[in-house]
Every structure is written in C-alpha cells, then in structure tokens.
Nanobody, 127 residues
Framework: QVQLVESGGGLVQAGGSLRLSCAAS????????MGWFRQAPGKEREFVAT????????TYQDSVKGRFTISRDNAKNTVSLQMDSLKPEDTAVYYC????????????????????WGQGTQVTVSS
C-alpha cells in the first residue's frame, strides 16, 4: 500500500515556473514506477510524465517536452515535476500516481495502469 500527497500547486503567470512534489509512504518506494497526470475541467485525465523505478527512464507528453522535468529521490520517497515556461493550457489538477513494477525498469503511460493516486493539486496559469 502506498499513500501519495502532492504539494506545490498554485497560480502563476504564463512563462512562469512551478515545482510540484509528491511524498510517498511505504518502505519500498523504489519498487514503484511513478507518474504525473493532469485533468482539466471537462476533459479526461491525461499523461504528463512518467519515471521508472530507478529514475533511469523518463517519458513526457509531447506538449510538455523541453518544459517539464520529472525526477525522483528514492532515499526521500519523493517524486517531483519541475514545470517551466508554463502556458495557460497547462491549467489543470495535477495528480501523482504509483504502480508496483516487477522485473523491469519501465513506467507505463496510461492512467488506468496506475494503482495509487494522490488527491491532486491545482495548477492555474494566467495569460
């Protein structure tokens, strides 16, 4: 069982930056692939970025490549999302998610593939 708590959301002007953090409970955090997903009003939850158990593999949605960076610290049980050059279309509730992965250093990209979710943190980018 993993419990996830996000922090770091807020209101920022276009072009600004925010850093989201997700703190995970549990003793085997390094066994979980982690992901950041977001959901805007009236839209489905979508993949933003994922990171493998070791941190050696990361994937990004095309619209955030070069602007967002996902990272993890397995010693501190945290995963972060650094968001730079923010745009109004990045406005959404951002969720941290975790899934237990055995035997590979892989992080799945689909929301339904994740078993544990945080409560979400609001990110609003004004134009």
């Amino acid at each position: 069982q993993v419990q996830l708590v996000e922090s770091g959301g807020g209101l920022v002007q276009a072009g600004g930056s925010l850093r989201l953090s997700c703190a995970a409970s549990g003793r085997i955090f390094s066994s979980y692939a982690m992901g950041w997903f977001r959901q805007a009003p009236g839209k489905e939850r979508e993949f933003v970025a994922t990171i493998s158990r070791s941190g050696g593999r990361t994937t990004y949605q095309d619209s955030v490549k070069g602007r967002f960076t996902i990272s993890r610290d397995n010693a501190k049980n945290t995963v972060s999302l650094q968001m730079d050059s923010l745009k109004p279309e990045d406005t959404a509730v951002y969720y941290c998610a975790a899934v237990l992965v055995r035997g590979s250093d892989y992080a799945p990209p689909r929301p339904y593939q994740y078993d544990y979710w945080g409560q979400g943190t609001q990110v609003t980018v004004s134009s």
